[in-house]
């Protein structure tokens, strides 16, 4: 393959669950390969991994992933026992806060935006200033799952209610090329390859499936809430799928509109959002994906975009 080294590149982040793990190998596919990342803008899971990468801890949050197992999710389950969303994230919020540390988004040394909803004045946030973990924890609040995010007078939720695919906080940069993925691509009844290492015994091909084990958990711990608990998780299921169905329709929309130079497709049915367990292969599946698009794209060609004005960071919303 040729390759363009030494480009610079604003990469944009889609939110779509557990499936943003596929941005990890992306990253690290254009770094190895002389592409250098000096803008990121994310939504959701976008958000979370990008902004990871911006502080400069990727390696460490991809060796944390990377050993989870099924089970391990119910370490991070903080019940929030209220109306506003299943889970707080506090839990999983204070992990990568120990992993990272606290960070200003100002001082990090790769410009970096989350995106957010603001449900009070229904419009999209970004947020480029300030605590990392604040704009990462509002922009992964999807709604019904986690609790809303309280910030600056603000109740913020998940960015990929509006905008799963955020490109327009890159208009302005300074870079060479804007690289999109999306993670809410078309279908292609994409199977990523079995892991490598074999499953845990209770995990195997009778196993009754995180929800089922979550209901066991919630039962052991007590009385009645075993019972919300697993028609929480009803709704839970329900919601999640909603949602990604109006992310689906809404990155369609977001590229007609705005194209990217480079897009890297990541099908809906790689994964299912909440199977963290499979970073590994969404990691090496994020490798195939962004060699074969950056192959596509230097093949057919064409005249690099000509640089971008980069805005000032701060509290921004569109228009």
Not at 146 to 152: V, W
Not at 256 to 263: C, F, G, S
Request: aromatic residues 6%.
């Amino acid at each position: 393959m040729h390759k363009r080294r030494g480009k610079t590149v604003s990469l944009v982040l889609g939110s779509g669950g557990a499936r943003g793990l596929a941005h990890i190998g992306i990253i690290e596919w254009l770094s190895a390969h002389g592409y250098q990342i000096e803008s990121i803008s994310g939504a959701s899971m976008g958000a979370l991994v990008g902004g990871i990468h911006a502080a400069g801890e990727l390696d460490a949050y991809k060796h944390w992933v990377c050993a989870l197992r099924r089970s391990d999710v119910l370490r991070f389950l903080d019940f929030a026992f209220s109306g506003e969303g299943l889970l707080k994230g506090d839990r999983i919020m204070d992990t990568l806060r120990a992993m990272v540390g606290e960070r200003a988004i100002e001082d990090l040394p790769i410009t970096f935006t989350a995106v957010a909803t603001d449900v009070a004045r229904q419009r999209e946030i970004w947020l480029a200033r300030g605590p990392l973990f604040d704009a990462i924890r509002a922009s992964i609040a999807v709604p019904g799952v986690f609790t809303p995010h309280d910030y600056q007078g603000m109740t913020l939720v998940d960015g990929g209610l509006l905008n799963p695919v955020p490109i327009a906080p890159t208009f302005r940069d300074l870079t060479d090329l804007t690289v999109a993925v999306n993670l809410n691509a078309e279908t292609a009844r994409t199977q990523v390859a079995a892991a490598s290492e074999p499953a845990e015994p209770e995990e195997n091909d009778n196993d009754q499936g995180l929800h089922a084990r979550i209901r066991q958990f919630l039962e052991a711990i007590g009385g009645e809430f075993g019972d919300v608990g697993a028609q929480r998780l009803g709704v839970f299921e329900l919601t999640t799928r909603a949602f990604e169905t109006m992310q689906n329709a809404i990155a369609a929309m977001k590229l007609a509109a705005y194209r990217p130079d480079v897009l890297i497709d990541v099908p809906r049915d790689t994964c299912a959002s909440h199977e963290f367990y499979r970073a590994a292969e969404l990691i090496e599946l994020g490798h195939r994906l962004a060699e074969a698009a950056m192959e596509r794209a230097t093949t057919d060609g064409g005249p690099l975009p000509e640089g971008r004005q980069r805005p000032a960071g701060g509290l921004r919303e569109p228009g």
